[in-house]
Structure formats: structure tokens, C-alpha cells
């Protein structure tokens, strides 16, 4: 079969490394979720950042999310936290039946589990993709009033219009055999990204590490 040959960056490659694409493929396949919507989020929400952390300090004083949340952990800044590869909330999280600590949420297998289990949720609500991955990042597809100069477009606009570009390139990292056809497609490969050495795996843990402690002596 023929060679495609894509121009994707190595970091995009780097990205989607085997632990993540086996949780992706794992998840998605259990919910019907399209997977490449998933890596487009991930690229949107942590640049594929594993320990990515954001402080959502608005939560504190949301009664509807605090319910969720184990009176243990609610003085934690990380239970108010979007967490991991997908910015998973704590508290929609417990939603859902988590039963792990906020840092649990960190693993390849929760961030994406639970991200994923989210998306279906939103995709039982909203019909439009558009709908989903507006309602993702701000709790529902809001839009601008009629009388609004931006009438009709989402309050988070931006956020959306970069998760669809983020579609076409993950896309078009992905081995097209990997993807969903038509009957008038023929399969053809795509060149598979190299192989991270050893050495790279090492000093990623390394910053890892030392970015999770860093936060941590932040925090405290």
C-alpha cells in the first residue's frame, strides 16, 4: 500500500505516545466518542501535558460544585483544580462515580476515563459538535445575545474555533487505516512517528517530577 506522507510536527507526534493512545482508543470505543475530537480537546486543554494544573478559583463559592466534593478535600486548591491531559474537574469527576483523590486524576487512565465519559454525557445533551465543544470549556453552549455585535457566535468562540483546527491536524497525524471510511475510500498508511529514545522518556519524568513539585511548594 502506498506511503502518505503528512507534515506533523514532532511534538505533535510525541504527543499521543502509546499509554495515552491505548487509554483514547479504550475509552472512546466504550462511549462512542469520537477519538479524534478527544485528542483535539487534549491538544487544546494541556498540550499534552500530563501534569497540567489550572487553579479554577471561581469553583470555591459554586454551591453546585462544591456538593461533590468530600468535605476532606474541600479546603484542597487541588479539588477546585482542572487536572491532566484533559482539564478534568474534581468535582465532575465524583459525577461520575470517581472515587480517587484530585492528584489520582493526573494518570493517563483517569484524565482521559473520565474527559471522555464527560463528552458523552454533553453528546446525550447538544447534537452539534460545535454544541459539545462549546459546552466542554464553559458548562454549556452559550452564545451572544441577539443585540450583541457578536450575536450568534459562542462566548467562548475562540476556544471552539481552535478545537476544530486541532481536529484537522490530529487527523492528520493518526494513521489513515486508524480512522473511519466510506466504502469509497481505500485504506493507505501514514508514516508512524519515530520511536521516543529511552534518554527523552527519562528526562520527560524528570520535568514532570519537578513540575508537580513545584506546584506543590506553590501551593503550600
Not at 501535558?49 to 453546585?64: D, G, Q, V, Y
Not at 452539534?128 to 450568534?152: E, M, W
Amino acid at each position: 500500500m502506498p506511503i502518505v506522507k503528512v507534515n506533523i510536527s514532532k511534538d505533535t507526534q510525541k504527543m499521543f505516545d502509546e499509554k495515552l493512545e491505548a487509554a483514547i482508543k479504550k475509552y472512546t470505543k466504550k462511549w462512542s466518542v469520537d477519538e479524534f475530537l478527544v485528542r483535539a480537546i487534549i491538544l487544546q486543554e494541556s498540550m499534552g501535558k500530563p501534569l497540567a494544573i489550572r487553579l479554577e478559583n471561581h469553583l470555591k463559592k459554586a454551591s453546585w460544585y462544591s456538593r461533590w466534593i468530600p468535605k476532606k478535600y474541600r479546603t484542597e486548591d487541588y479539588a477546585y483544580c482542572s487536572m491532566g491531559y484533559m482539564q478534568v474537574l474534581y468535582g465532575v469527576a465524583r459525577s461520575y462515580g470517581f472515587k480517587g483523590t484530585p492528584h489520582d486524576l493526573l494518570t493517563e487512565d483517569n484524565s482521559i476515563r473520565f474527559g471522555v465519559r464527560h463528552l458523552y454525557q454533553l453528546s446525550k445533551r447538544y447534537r452539534s459538535t460545535n454544541d459539545i465543544i462549546s459546552a466542554y470549556n464553559q458548562g454549556s453552549p452559550r452564545r451572544f445575545p441577539k443585540d450583541h455585535k457578536l450575536s450568534g457566535k459562542y462566548r467562548n468562540q475562540n476556544y471552539v474555533t481552535s478545537v476544530l483546527k486541532n481536529i484537522e491536524k490530529v487527523t492528520r497525524s493518526i494513521p489513515v487505516e486508524s480512522q473511519p471510511s466510506t466504502p469509497q475510500e481505500s485504506a493507505v498508511e501514514v508514516s508512524q512517528p519515530e520511536q521516543r529514545s529511552w534518554i527523552s522518556e527519562l528526562v520527560l519524568r524528570i520535568q514532570q517530577a519537578l513540575s508537580l513539585f513545584a506546584l506543590v511548594l506553590y501551593i503550600w
